[in-house]
């Protein structure tokens, strides 16, 4: 897979431009604000990459930062958002504006987003409303997601699936983790952050 192309800007269109690498021309899609940072055609540009491969294309998306290309995979897990709708999404908002949406549950904020639905924004929410606080935090610390934290996440989904308000779930998968020996077993976090819970 291609991580990042470096070369001459050779054309730019309304949503994607053609990055010349060593005279092969390179279709990438980007989002509106990557386009206005760009500099003037003819001159160098580097671009982050990822590839959409489907069985009659291979699709190349840029990004002129991590925290952007991150975004833009993560906005693809929610079902029902393709690479065009998630573009749709970072050409209009920030990073920071996109994830503080999702964290505080303002769907109504990602509503206004062109091609983005009353249904599809709520998805974006309830299906990234955990993930993202884990991608907040990686991003700010510049860290990556830790096999633990993922954890703690999906102990934190089985609790509010059972009726637990989030706040109180996080708090007790937290608490549990501190005092497991295996803290990658997600079962394990639940059954004892149960116990803390039936305590208060």
Same mark, same amino acid.
């Given at each position: 897979m291609i991580a990042h192309l470096s070369g001459e800007l050779a054309r730019v269109e309304a949503d994607w431009v053609v990055i010349d690498v060593n005279g092969v021309g390179y279709k990438v899609y980007l989002p509106l604000a990557v386009i206005s940072q760009l500099p003037k055609i003819? #001159?160098?540009?580097? &671009? *982050?990459i990822s590839t959409i491969v489907k069985e009659d294309s291979i699709t190349l998306y840029g @990004?002129?930062?991590? %925290? #952007?290309?991150?975004? @833009? #995979? *993560?906005l693809l897990t929610v079902s029902g958002v393709g690479p065009k709708v998630a573009l749709n999404i970072l050409s209009v908002m920030t990073v920071g504006q996109i994830t503080g949406a999702i964290s505080g549950e303002r769907f109504h904020e990602l509503n206004r987003v062109p091609g983005v639905g009353t249904k599809t924004a709520q998805r974006i929410v309830l299906e990234l409303? #955990? +993930?993202?606080?884990? @991608? %907040?935090?990686?991003q700010a610390e510049h860290k990556p997601v830790t096999e633990e934290q993922r954890t703690i996440n999906d102990a934190v989904e089985g609790l509010v699936a059972l009726g637990y308000n989030r706040n109180d779930a996080r708090s007790a998968a937290e608490e549990a983790l501190r005092t497991l020996k295996d803290k990658g077993d997600t079962g394990s976090i639940v059954r004892a952050a149960l +116990?803390? &819970?039936s305590k208060g």
């Open positions: 003819g #001159e160098r540009v580097r &671009l *982050l @990004f002129m930062d991590e %925290a #952007e290309q991150g975004l @833009f #995979e *993560l409303r #955990e +993930k993202v606080i884990t @991608f %907040a935090w990686a +116990k803390y &819970l």
